[in-house]
């Protein structure tokens, strides 16, 4: 069954400081991949997303992320945080076969000034 | 603000109740999702809408039911309420049928069933 898994529940860091998000798939082929935002009282932004081509995606608000086939992962980074990316952040993947969306589980950033 | 829109923010009703919640989409987007997010079970596709017309379904609990309107407008009906429905219950809306095209999520309502 495909899956989607990001390791860390929460994770805090410093203003200025770098992060990044882990997340990996489960999936016999290359599905579909996103990063999406929850800011606390809102609903979920896509931040990016990665169908095909370059495995190196820009998001917005900074956010990149970087698709590695071999270890089934596609993990989020920031260069530098912000307070303002304080928030939750899920990793999704669609799976074309069966059009189905599966989200992970979240990682809650927590940034410290 | 993403322009989607749903109502009411929040809902508290009692077990084996029915309640409805709505969703108005964004201008122009055709298709309307659903989705619940609950702390033991995460973020969850429920169903989809596409120009009135039912397009996918996940994990939708045969007490829950849906429909979109000719005005595009959706609503998600939960009847017989179990405490386990508590959560809170997303909506999204895209220009077209394609589920992995960028959705716009509403804030959300939050149902507590007691």
């Known amino acids: 069954a495909q899956s989607v898994t990001q390791p860390d529940i929460h994770i805090t860091v410093s203003e200025g400081a770098s992060l990044e998000l882990r997340c990996n798939y489960s999936?016999?082929?290359?599905?579909?991949l996103f990063w999406y935002v929850q800011s606390p009282g809102q609903g979920l932004q896509l931040l990016l997303k990665y169908f095909s081509g370059d495995t190196l995606v820009q998001g917005i608000k900074g956010f990149e992320a970087e698709f590695k086939r071999s270890q089934s992962s596609f993990n989020l980074r920031k260069p530098s945080v912000h307070w303002s990316d304080a928030a939750e952040y899920f990793c999704?993947?669609?799976?074309?076969?069966?059009?189905?969306?599966?989200f992970g589980t979240g990682t809650s950033l927590t940034v410290i000034p | 603000d993403s322009g989607v829109t749903q109502t009411p923010k929040h809902l508290i009703t009692a077990t084996g109740q029915r309640v409805t919640l709505r969703c108005s989409p964004r201008?122009?987007?055709?298709?309307v999702y659903w989705y619940q997010q609950s702390l033991d079970q995460g973020l969850q596709f429920l169903i989809q809408y596409y120009n009135g017309e039912e397009r996918a379904k996940g994990n939708i609990l045969e007490r829950f039911s849906a429909q979109q309107f000719p005005d595009l407008h959706s609503e998600l009906n939960l009847s017989s309420l179990e405490l386990g429905d508590s959560a809170l219950y997303f909506c999204?809306?895209?220009?077209?049928?394609?589920?992995?095209?960028?959705?716009?999520f509403g804030p959300g309502t939050r149902l507590t069933v007691t």
């Open positions: 999936y016999g082929a290359t599905p579909y």
């Open positions: 999204a809306s895209s220009k077209d049928s394609g589920r992995f095209n960028e959705q716009y």
């Open positions: 201008s122009g987007d055709l298709s």
């Open positions: 999704a993947v669609g799976v074309p076969t069966g059009n189905q969306f599966y």
